[in-house]
């Protein structure tokens, strides 16, 4: 009867033992919602920026309206200028265009210019002309502005007469600046602005590259229309000293076109630095030379677009 009831008590310590144990009732899960993955915002890319690209207008007296006809080009073609700087006859077109003036409407008013508009004679004693004809034609036709009051920033480049040094108007009368960058020494009077005086830019550079980079251009299209010296020796004063320019001017480019993304050098031959019945042949010139470098100065832009 013992061993009896202590199996009995070893089983009931045994099925105690099992009912305090916590068995895991399993039960069918609730679905889990996992929410879907949140993408991050698109990265928007800033749109390409095309280059800032400056034009640098070269000197080169009635072969000028060349100029012109390589901005009629650049506009047709929907190429966008940021800045102008120019020199001498350069400096004349790039007020002109900085003051919203055209292709188109530069050659209107080229074609009807009168040489005597801008030609007022002195007594030679510094110089032919005065100059101060040149500079009114300026303040009519862009408006009076001043150069710092231009649609485009505009750069015009003179020599000053006491140093020697180039100096960059980037404020001021537009006419007197202009008149002061195309004083061609003999030919036209200095022009005094403020105490000192100054004379032709393309003295210290034809061709104003370094400038219109000063000025912040990113890419530069420099049009040179300067003279190559003849090899007849000239026989008049006026062209002799053309010769002495273009000789001088051929030296100083050599330095100064090398920064040039983009050379245009229209064909101007048989047009003089004194010829100003060739307008139209100018214009044209320019156009072609432009025409000619229209893919290159597109890859030119692509290639520093960013």
Known sequence: MIPVLIRRASLA???AALAACSVPVLTPQQPVVVPPPVEPPPVIKPAPKPPRLGLALGGGAARGFAHIGVIQVLEEAGIKVDLVAGTSAGSLVAALYASGKTGRE?????EGMDEGAITDWSFPLRGLIRGEALARFIRDKTGGKGIEQMALPLGIVATDLGDGSAVLFR????GTAVRASSAVPAVFQPVKIGQREY????????VPVRFAREMGAQLIIAVDISSPPEKDP?????RMLMQTFAIMGRSIN?????????????RLDGISS???TA???AIQAGREAAQALLPLIRQRIAEKTR
């Open 171 to 174: 404020s001021g009368d537009t």
């Open 199 to 206: 004379v032709d830019g393309g003295l210290v550079s034809p």
């Open 234 to 238: 000239p026989g008049d004063a006026f």
């Open 274 to 276: 004194a010829d100003f």
């Open 254 to 266: 050599s330095f100064e076109l090398r920064d040039a993304d983009v050379l245009v050098r229209p």
């Open 106 to 110: 530069m050659q209107t008013l080229a």
């Open 279 to 281: 307008r139209r042949r």
């Open 13 to 15: 310590a045994l099925l």
